[in-house]
């Protein structure tokens, strides 16, 4: 559907958490009054529902994606398969049943719990702000085709993550972010895939009192993720108050307890 400029700007605005959903309202709106652009009155009647009915709108939670699924030429994975489970498995949760018992008033957008999915680490969807953030990785090792040190691998990351000795590339696990970069632009193949998966951030959030997402060590596989949040979401409908988010659990119980007595409970 084609948008009229001002309309366009008008949805610049809005709240990136909730931008997606107020553009695809408005453009509902146009469709049911049978306009095929769309205009600023069609956002304005969009932004007073949304103010005045805002409860009726919160679904309990949130899964954001970056362009990765666009073709985007940055991507380190291919996480659509993984994104599809995770909206099941927080549909199955019944997130705002338990956020209207623990909240006691009305619902906000700020109230759900947040996934976010980024393909590299450029984070475009910025998850490091996400209750759950994951950020997909592909991490590089040299393999048997000889090297023919062009240097293309050096001058492609970003991070400085790769030199080159004698025998070929040295990767730095320290500084290596896992964008895949230097093995796509690697022309003999000595670079190959070492281990492709998710970093898993937890606990992100704005707010008066922001907090980046705490990373949990390793590559995660795709179940391991969705694992990973079936955990957290476990401990965090135990211990919210109130509705507060996931990093104000993490920051009162910590990490390692965090996770330490679900696993207790998981194999008691």
Not at 37 to 50: A, M, Q, S
Not at 113 to 125: A, K, L, Q, T, Y
Not at 206 to 221: A, C, D, F, K, V
Request: hydrophobic content about 30%.
């Amino acid at each position: 559907m084609q948008w009229h400029a001002e309309a366009a700007e008008a949805v610049k605005r809005v709240p990136f958490f909730v931008r997606k959903r107020v553009k695809t309202r408005v453009e509902e709106e146009a469709a049911r009054r049978g306009d095929h652009l769309v205009t600023l009155e069609h956002v304005e009647t969009c932004r007073k529902r949304f103010l005045n009915r805002m409860e009726e709108e919160v679904k309990g939670y949130q899964v954001e994606t970056c362009f990765g699924p666009g073709g985007c030429p940055n991507r380190a994975v291919i996480s659509e398969g993984l994104t599809k489970e995770i909206e099941r498995m927080l549909a199955r949760r019944d997130l705002k049943s338990f956020l209207e018992e623990k909240v006691g008033g009305p619902l906000k957008f700020h109230h759900e719990f947040r996934v976010s999915i980024s393909d590299c680490p450029n984070g475009c969807s910025r998850p490091q702000i996400a209750d759950v953030g994951i950020i997909g990785a592909l991490t590089p090792k040299t393999g048997e085709s000889p090297c023919s040190r062009c240097g293309a691998c050096v001058e492609v990351c970003r991070e400085s993550a790769v030199s080159l000795c004698e025998e070929g590339p040295v990767i730095s696990a320290q500084q290596c972010l896992g964008c895949g970069a230097c093995i796509r632009a690697c022309p003999t193949g000595t670079l190959v895939e070492a281990s492709s998966g998710y970093r898993v951030l937890l606990g992100g959030k704005l707010g008066r009192h922001p907090r980046l997402g705490q990373e949990i060590p390793g590559i995660q596989s795709p179940d391991q993720v969705v694992g990973i949040i079936e955990r957290c979401l476990d401990r965090y409908q135990e211990h919210s108050r109130g509705g507060e988010r996931l990093g104000v659990v993490l920051e009162r119980l910590g990490m390692g307890v965090f996770f330490e007595e679900n696993e207790k409970k998981r194999n008691s």
